[in-house]
């Protein structure tokens, strides 16, 4: 296995029951890329990415972290990979009654053994670097719902992970709050060095952010391209790749 991946699928089939998702999924998502995982409504992306975190079991095949499978380590080893990513879920998933300095604090709080003044100078430093300086008092009703993804980033990044995995970073924002979260995640990306993975099915971000990518056809049910997505607009033979990649308005 490549010490060059932060992750390796191999082999992946993914069922729901009887259901297959995607089957035979292999891949592999280099240390300090940006990876987004594509593709059309109901292909399997968000499950895919469950996969990836540790929340669903592969029906059949592995998901490996340092050449080794997620499910093949212990309790405890698979607790400490899990403290090394950090997610940010489509919609925020703040705690509504905690500040959004509180949110932040929570799992720094958890799974350390910080101090409190330790914690919030921590905390003070993850909201400014998601351009979030002097909001740790806020509620998450308080703010619009592009500061409430940046908070919740701020959140996922609160332990330093080596790994983040958006799902659906752009849902339910305006153009400029996409693009400026979108310019946020490639800043993050260059600056602390962590491997980002995405899920998103915005052509906008998609040419924007990605360095890689994998595609998922839900007719086929298992990945049909995979690379950069500006060298599969030029060189893909696959129909359903090209069609996805010049819906509407292309890039930005």
Not at 115 to 138: D, M, T
Not at 158 to 180: H, V, W
């Amino acid at each position: 296995m490549s010490t060059h991946y932060a992750i390796e699928v191999d082999n992946l089939t993914m069922r729901y029951g009887d259901r297959v998702i995607q089957r035979d999924l292999s891949f592999g998502v280099q240390r300090g890329d940006i990876f987004v995982i594509m593709g059309g409504s109901g292909c399997g992306k968000s499950t895919l990415l469950k996969h990836l975190i540790g929340l669903i079991r592969p029906s059949a095949g592995r998901v490996l972290y340092a050449g080794q499978s997620f499910w093949d380590r212990n309790i405890s080893e698979r607790n400490r990979l899990l403290t090394k990513m950090g997610v940010l879920y489509q919609k925020g998933a703040l705690w509504t009654s905690m500040t959004l300095a509180e949110n932040v604090a929570m799992p720094i709080r958890q799974y350390t053994q910080r101090s409190e003044e330790e914690i919030r100078e921590i905390v003070q430093y993850k909201l400014a670097l998601v351009g979030l300086a002097g909001f740790g008092s806020y509620y998450p009703s308080e703010i619009s719902g592009g500061m409430q993804k940046r908070a919740g980033l701020a959140r996922a990044m609160a332990l330093d992970p080596e790994i983040l995995f958006f799902d659906e970073p752009s849902a339910g924002l305006d153009p400029l709050s996409s693009r400026l979260l979108d310019d946020l995640i490639v800043e993050l990306n260059r600056s602390l060095g962590a491997t980002v993975v995405v899920v998103t099915h915005e052509l906008a971000s998609i040419f924007a952010i990605a360095t890689n990518s994998v595609f998922l056809d839900a007719e086929s049910r298992t990945m049909t391209a995979s690379g950069n997505p500006h060298e599969l607009l030029t060189h893909s033979t696959d129909d359903k790749v090209i069609r996805f990649l010049t819906r509407g308005e292309r890039g930005r």
